[in-house]
């Protein structure tokens, strides 16, 4: 439309047009930093509601500067006080609401275990071992009970990886696995997911593309499995996926110079994200990333750096711990971090609108 200004428009009427011309950028500046802020998974340090770290994580959620909390195990005092934390930061989310997630495979890998006065959960070895994956369910209903009633609405499991390597230092170890053959995994992965949705609780499998061959732990350093993975490792998250029971997906901090052709670990890598899973296995879910903290990426690349990567490869959500150097001012100072990048155009715009929607998406399960 035309607007021809022979005549003077009113006084408040150019008033308007001014202070809606000047405060666009700053509207757009403040939807941006929110979208980013959703994208935060983070960790904190303190074992109760009223820990200093604890209050300020959930003042960050209140103003929309986090939208997930992860808890590790320094976290974790006691049953009420669990409660209290996790009560704490839903009241801080309002309607927004937040990711509180956990990990509760079962086995070694349960935070709720009997030292806070919770039921012991079988590992995936021996629930394989014992039960049938119908039967099995019920285990799983249980842990999702736990989970749930502690108050989180997330757990970092099932664990997808193919028992490959029997000697392997992080997943067979700690028999994590439900067996090498993809089929009767995805058949436990499928159980543990549905049980959890029933209580409306996020599952996420791990760790994309396969770590159950490797030689390493990814969480000390680099752990290249280019010459111990098979393209059947794939096979369980590619069955869950087309069965729609991948409510979420974590890829590994792996190397692997095919899969992750750019050089650098699966979790950070384009090539690995949006080659491999989105377009390839045709995934459009959740992604959420292992710790960025941890030292295969930590001690390897510079914050900014791994940032943004890691949103450049497609992950949805950027989990840090904040335990290597604890800063409580973390949050403000990564979506800057982001924000910046996003106007220097080192990150499309574009990715962190698709990730805020595919966040908000998955927040309406919870």
Same mark, same amino acid.
């Given at each position: 439309m035309h607007l021809c200004?022979? !005549? +003077?428009?009113?006084? =408040?009427t150019l008033t308007a047009l001014f202070l809606s011309a000047t405060l666009t950028p700053v509207r757009a500046d403040e939807q941006l930093n929110k979208m980013i802020g959703q994208m935060l998974m983070m960790g904190f340090q303190g074992s109760s509601a009223n820990a200093r770290g604890a209050k300020r994580l959930a003042s960050q959620i209140s103003a929309g500067q986090v939208g997930g909390v992860v808890m590790l195990g320094y976290n974790f005092k006691s049953k009420s006080a669990v409660k209290g934390l996790t009560s704490l930061f839903k009241r801080a989310a309002g309607n927004q609401k937040v990711f509180l997630a956990v990990d509760m495979e079962g086995g070694s890998v349960q935070r709720l275990g009997r030292k806070l006065g919770y039921p012991r959960i079988a590992s995936a070895r021996t629930t394989a071992k014992r039960q049938t994956p119908h039967q099995a369910k019920a285990t799983f209903r249980k842990l999702a009970q736990i989970t749930h009633s502690a108050g989180f609405n997330m757990n970092l499991g099932p664990d997808v990886d193919l028992l490959v390597n029997p000697a392997n230092p992080v =997943? +067979?170890?700690w028999g994590r696995s439900y067996g090498s053959d993809p089929k009767k995994v995805a058949s436990y992965a499928r159980s543990f997911v549905q049980a959890h949705n029933e209580l409306g609780v996020i599952t996420v499998l791990k760790h994309f593309p396969?770590?159950? /061959? /490797?030689?390493?732990d990814s969480h000390h350093g680099f752990v290249n499995i280019s010459k111990t993975w098979t393209a059947k490792e794939l096979d369980p998250f590619k069955i869950l996926i087309n069965s729609g029971d991948a409510p979420a997906i974590m890829p590994g901090h792996l190397m692997h110079n095919k899969i992750a052709s750019d050089g650098v670990p699966v979790s950070i890598s384009k090539p690995a994200i949006s080659g491999l899973l989105r377009s390839k296995l045709g995934y459009h879910g959740l992604v959420i990333s292992d710790d960025l903290q941890m030292g295969a990426i930590a001690s390897n690349y510079g914050y900014t750096n791994t940032l943004i990567r890691a949103i450049n490869a497609g992950i949805d959500v950027l989990m840090i711990s904040n335990s290597r150097k604890p800063d409580g001012n973390l949050p403000k100072k990564t979506i800057a971090i982001i924000a910046n990048a996003v106007k220097a155009g080192k990150i499309p715009r574009a990715k962190i609108q698709a +990730?805020?929607? !595919? =966040?908000l998406q998955a927040k309406k399960k919870i």
């Amino acid at each position: 439309m035309h607007l021809c200004f022979k !005549r +003077a428009l009113p006084t =408040i009427t150019l008033t308007a047009l001014f202070l809606s011309a000047t405060l666009t950028p700053v509207r757009a500046d403040e939807q941006l930093n929110k979208m980013i802020g959703q994208m935060l998974m983070m960790g904190f340090q303190g074992s109760s509601a009223n820990a200093r770290g604890a209050k300020r994580l959930a003042s960050q959620i209140s103003a929309g500067q986090v939208g997930g909390v992860v808890m590790l195990g320094y976290n974790f005092k006691s049953k009420s006080a669990v409660k209290g934390l996790t009560s704490l930061f839903k009241r801080a989310a309002g309607n927004q609401k937040v990711f509180l997630a956990v990990d509760m495979e079962g086995g070694s890998v349960q935070r709720l275990g009997r030292k806070l006065g919770y039921p012991r959960i079988a590992s995936a070895r021996t629930t394989a071992k014992r039960q049938t994956p119908h039967q099995a369910k019920a285990t799983f209903r249980k842990l999702a009970q736990i989970t749930h009633s502690a108050g989180f609405n997330m757990n970092l499991g099932p664990d997808v990886d193919l028992l490959v390597n029997p000697a392997n230092p992080v =997943i +067979a170890k700690w028999g994590r696995s439900y067996g090498s053959d993809p089929k009767k995994v995805a058949s436990y992965a499928r159980s543990f997911v549905q049980a959890h949705n029933e209580l409306g609780v996020i599952t996420v499998l791990k760790h994309f593309p396969g770590h159950g /061959s /490797s030689t390493g732990d990814s969480h000390h350093g680099f752990v290249n499995i280019s010459k111990t993975w098979t393209a059947k490792e794939l096979d369980p998250f590619k069955i869950l996926i087309n069965s729609g029971d991948a409510p979420a997906i974590m890829p590994g901090h792996l190397m692997h110079n095919k899969i992750a052709s750019d050089g650098v670990p699966v979790s950070i890598s384009k090539p690995a994200i949006s080659g491999l899973l989105r377009s390839k296995l045709g995934y459009h879910g959740l992604v959420i990333s292992d710790d960025l903290q941890m030292g295969a990426i930590a001690s390897n690349y510079g914050y900014t750096n791994t940032l943004i990567r890691a949103i450049n490869a497609g992950i949805d959500v950027l989990m840090i711990s904040n335990s290597r150097k604890p800063d409580g001012n973390l949050p403000k100072k990564t979506i800057a971090i982001i924000a910046n990048a996003v106007k220097a155009g080192k990150i499309p715009r574009a990715k962190i609108q698709a +990730a805020y929607e !595919r =966040i908000l998406q998955a927040k309406k399960k919870i």
